[in-house]
């Protein structure tokens, strides 16, 4: 079998990494793996295992190209993970695997990458808004912590540009959320928004909500799976067991995103779309199409007429950020002038 190239999508829950090669309109997968990120020490074991599975399909044992999306900020092609103990390097890596081209991407910037490729069935529309064909995008995700980038046109095509948004200070919407900004203050001093719109986040939000209604937590599990400890158990908490404590954090939750989806959207008068990824938005379609998401995205005083014009998308396909570090690992294979 001829050339191929590999990408990785990392976060710090799970990584999703695929071996593939180039064939006429696009790629075919070879070879696709789903990790736990914290089965392993470092990324390093855990892609010899998954070079030692596209072995044994028969693949060249080195790739020529590699692109990793990787949860965090990158310079010099090295990272610090954020939600991970990991450091990466990009030119390490290449020595030590023997791939000729490697390069890391913040994960963001790959699912801005991967927007392009996908078609109307992974998205679900929020807010059709009018779009413009040139108009700077935003994307952004709350997962296990809080991503964002911006597309911006270039030439004749969306270029992305990576940030650390979810660091930004949290700015509260009113009498409620300043409550909750005193209540996390107290437990972090600096609040981001990340310390909110996460996995983490939400069990933070739903903390607050049971604090502030001097309820038992312990009474509270038993009203689901014996815990309340994680992002899954109060969404399972809200949406099956319909607890009113729950559901309210869970409103409160798709309040605060609405808002901070429409702050970045006014930042970068983001015509082209503003597009809602990462883990937990797809799970909770439903209760972003309620009102409440759109509603705050739309509350910027005098902008709010503007703000009803910006198209807002959820992405449901979960593998946009691999498919867009696997199109720049193709891009890489292409200008070493491999044939792949």
Known sequence: MGAYFIGADIGGTKVLLQAAQSVEGGIRVCCERRYPSRDYPDFSRML????????????????????FAVAGPIARQQVRLTNLPWVMDGAAISSEFSIPAVSLINDFKA???????????DLATLQPGRPEARGTGVVLGAGTGMG???????GDRHVPLSSEAGHMDFAPGNALQDELLQYLRARF??????RLLSGPGLVNIFDFIVDRHGTDASMIAQAG???????????????????????????LFVRIYGAYA??????????????????IA????????????????????????????????????????????MREAQRLAREAGRAV
Not at 189 to 194: A, I, K, Q, T, Y
């Open 48 to 67: 010899a295992d998954f070079l030692r599975e596209v072995a044994s399909t028969g693949l060249p044992d080195v790739p020529v190209s590699a692109c």
């Open 189 to 194: 001093g600096h609040v981001s928004v990340e």
């Open 225 to 251: 799976d014996g815990t309340h400890q994680g992002p899954a158990q109060v969404t399972d908490l809200a949406l099956n067991h319909r607890h009113p404590l729950a559901l309210e954090a869970l409103d």
């Open 111 to 121: 699912v801005a990458l991967g927007i392009g490729i996908l078609s109307a069935d």
């Open 148 to 154: 964002g980038a911006w597309l911006v046109w270039q």
């Open 282 to 325: 797809p799970r909770i379609v439903g209760q972003l199409r309620e009102g409440g998401f759109i509603e705050a995205f739309r509350d910027k005083g005098r902008f709010s007429g503007l703000m009803e014009e910006i198209p807002v998308h959820v992405v449901t396909n979960p593998k946009v950020g691999l498919l867009g570090a």
């Open 262 to 279: 429409g702050n970045l959207a006014l930042a970068a008068l983001s015509r082209g779309g503003v597009y809602v990824a990462g883990g």
